[in-house]
């Protein structure tokens, strides 16, 4: 075991959102940040405070809302503009009072970007840096610099960039992080130029060398980070040979979203410095959330998980028939790199043999439900596994798996049945197009029977429903859809492609995640519909009953 | 320029289809080796022969149908069997009959699968790797040999992994690929193995040492390649490293499509080697093309192209907003690695500038249509950049493109106009889903209203649409839907989400491909159905109007 530490740094809620097509709410963040700290990453960068008001609320609502066991906030920002004194400029008055622990600040490194993008001088770019690390230390803050482009500087002049970085150290930085921005650089480049930093800044001999040149080496503990983009689909490769070459904090995303090609993917690098290189950086346990952690955030973001990701990808350790297949069933190792247990993932021989999730006890204790019998939750467990196997995933939709749950008891009295619906979509001629659905329910021994239009099918049926239900229920009005996703599985017809709904809800003051599906996009869209619907009125009877309860007793 | 000359070598169509997803038609994979051959690649390994039908067919096809300029077709197979010569072995003789004229066999160099898989000696395992090559050069074909799991086993047993290599080269193998075929390898790794390989087995000095064992240096002059996979997520740099450390044979994927993880994906192993490395592999025009060449194959596979994808992927060169685009506008390489032009890929500052095809003319004349003028042709340029912008794509719909075109000729009367048509899904208690549609459309001054079931929307739009206009077009009863194709598109609401739907369809002769895109899923698939049986209705009335003309002047 390597004893030497190296910090995790995830960039996913701040970098990672800058990729194309990646977009958390609020919510969706501060769950991601429990997660990743259950993870065990070092730090979680939040957001750019003053680059949208989200990032803001994020700060606010992560101080109050975030019991966090190990992990830093950090919140992102640029050194003071030319000109100005830290203290009087605005952006980083914001930074601060985002009122984070950790504050990462990014500067430039290279010189055609001071001269063409800034528009300012050399010296006063290293006077923006030295002073702005030194004015956020002054307020008590942990300052990680961002070296921006500092690979390119490099190239284009040593000298400079060096000085960049020794400003940031000057100013007090407790790490100074090296970034490849334009992701151009080859795992060699990284190589040598994390060494000749090593050497010429640092004072760190590599071969019993002395210093090579005439920089005064300052504080040798400052912590050397790396920070790598995948333009050259390299990233994970630079990061791992600047560890090799020292750099001990490494920043990067989870699924390796990002601006572009995205960063570092942290679902790689971590496993690979971890199984491969010796480091110690989470615990065995915590390793072995890897893959889960992975698909939490893939669907909060409402990407598909790219089944062929290393390590965590549905197909990383699945073997298509054959001569594989027979190896692997003599030996486990012989067609994979490691064992996937390590990482949370499994082996896949046939495909009938997915495994469903094991913690069906924990959940009902979770949701406070009790009198199901082991037999019981063991059938909920089945049911998983077959619904999974169709195409549901419950990772993420919890209030789908309490209601399988409730469900199974024998007492259970749902809200309403579905007997019939009906969607329809129409082109007329002059008219354009026209969506209408009827809902037909049973509620005891009644039958409601409603029709609506909509902008679309779903919304169609949504509005028949409340109109089948709202009369009993007028709760209801406080139920909204927050969100509705749409997902094409994999398949290998399109016309049996199979597709997952999945459908976030609100009554205002909880949130809840429902999912459907079907080959028919009409069923899937019900089945997470209807679930929602009476996840909602079940839990919300039993809160109103509570109150009531309470206030009775008062 | 480095002069040194690299073979690429592309497995596409046979490892990349071991990946779980990945299937191509028999027509499929005869395009995309055209394309892989315009290209210039070296190597087009087309399938196995023996492992199923459809690869027979392949080379069979190959053989007579496809004219290749550069590229030569291998066929894949494994050494003999233990105990056997290969002039009797069924495998080898299937792979001899697939008459091409590169064969790949890869055989054992790790013994723990010699002892624990193969269930042989270690000797007789060289033997089969020995007289297996031997005998597929004598009967005049190019041999490559593939060493399964070459780096593991080299760390296990370098000697006898070594010794395997040699039974190769005196067989006679013209190629010897070092295969991370578990892809657990670090890049550091296979750089250290390579360079043992070059000094202990083909006695090149790397430091101006001699040979530092007693193996016999064989002939010098073999090529060595290397085949990484992508398990630590460092297959593209593992490739590079190994080209650093003297192979000159490159093996991967288009888009990186293969087992597990995938291949080392060409897309981005070839731009890194050619523009960064200084290898000359192909021309700067068909360089140009490698964007292109990758969406090609992934619409042809129905996978999504992975928008953040290295080099070639839509977001690869994006940028988002503020200071990045600022930066962008005033320095075109301060935020990108290279210039995308060079892979023919695009900077992409707004979403507003997609840029469209600039082909139009070339493909009027390739579709053999005349009496457009210039500015008819940059309208259809222009509609085609609104489509695609609305979610269309034309690369592999080429019968809508036609259809575009022929659409905007003065004279042009369709076979059929659309007037309404409605689809309807309904869910009946006890008595299942349901389906039916019905078409209303107008052919000369006649409208034809009829209604259809179907076991799904659209499958019932199409039997209503026959059944409207096939008394009219009895010729419609050659028509039919081969594949059917549906993508949800990246969207940031999911209820606003684009929808593509691509129809593949034949007449038994020719097949034609037509393209569909709406935030409704009827939409997009009846506009996509109502082009394929347009585009065949035109087509069919010529070509059965050429053959009378034909037989009347004969």
Known sequence: MNKRQIQI?????????????????????????????????????????????KDME????????????????????????AGLDPADDPQIQLLISANTPVVTIFGKSWDLHVREVLRTSMEENLRMIRESVRYIKSQGREVIYDAEHFFDGYKANPEYALATLQAAILGGADVVVLCDTNGGCL?????????????????????????????????????????????????????????????????????GYGERCGNANL???????????????????QLAQLTELSRFVSELANLSPD????????????????????????????????????????????????????????????????????????????????????GFAFESAEASVELLLRRTRTDYTPPFELIDYTATVEHRAGRGMFSEATVKVRVGDKIFHEVAEGNGPVNAMNRALRKAIQQLYPRLQHHHLKDYKVRILDSESGTAAKVRVLIDSTDG?????????????????????ADSVEYFLLTDAERQARQQEGAVTA
């Open 9 to 53: 740094f995830d960039t996913t809620l701040r970098d990672g959102t800058q990729g194309e097509g990646v977009s958390f709410s609020c919510d969706d963040k501060l769950r991601i940040a429990r997660r990743l700290d259950e993870f065990g990453v070092d730090y979680i960068e939040g957001g750019w405070p003053g680059s949208n008001p």
């Open 187 to 255: 795992p060699w480049e990284i190589g040598q130029i994390v060494d000749a930093v090593r050497r010429d800044l640092l004072g760190h001999s590599l071969d019993g060398d002395e210093p090579s040149n005439g920089h005064q080496p300052p504080a040798a503990d400052v912590v050397l980070g790396i920070h790598a983009h995948n333009d050259s689909e390299t990233a994970v490769a630079n990061t791992l040979e600047a560890v090799r070459r020292g750099c001990t904090h490494v920043q990067g995303t989870v699924n």
């Open 267 to 285: 679902m790689s690098v971590i496993p690979n410095l971890q199984l491969k290189m010796g480091y110690e950086l989470v615990s065995p346990e």
């Open 509 to 529: 003051e909880r949130s809840w995640s429902t999912v459907g599906a079907s080959t028919n996009i009409i069923e899937a869209s019900w089945i997470a519909l």
């Open 58 to 81: 994020f700060f606010d609502r992560a101080q109050r809302e975030l019991k966090l066991r190990h992990a830093r906030i950090a919140a992102f920002g640029s050194t003071c503009r």
């Open 307 to 390: 089944t062929h990701q290393p390590f965590v990808g549905a197909s990383a350790f699945a073997h298509k028939g054959g001569t594989h297949v027979n190896a692997v069933v003599k030996h486990a190792m012989s067609y994979q790199h490691i064992d996937p247990a390590l990482v949370g993932n499994e082996t896949r021989v046939l495909v009938s043999e997915l495994s469903g999730k094991d913690n069906i006890a924990v959940k009902r204790r979770e949701f406070g439900l009790d009198g199901l019998s082991r037999e019981e939750e063991r059938q909920v467990l089945r049911q998983i596994k077959e619904l999974e196997n169709a």
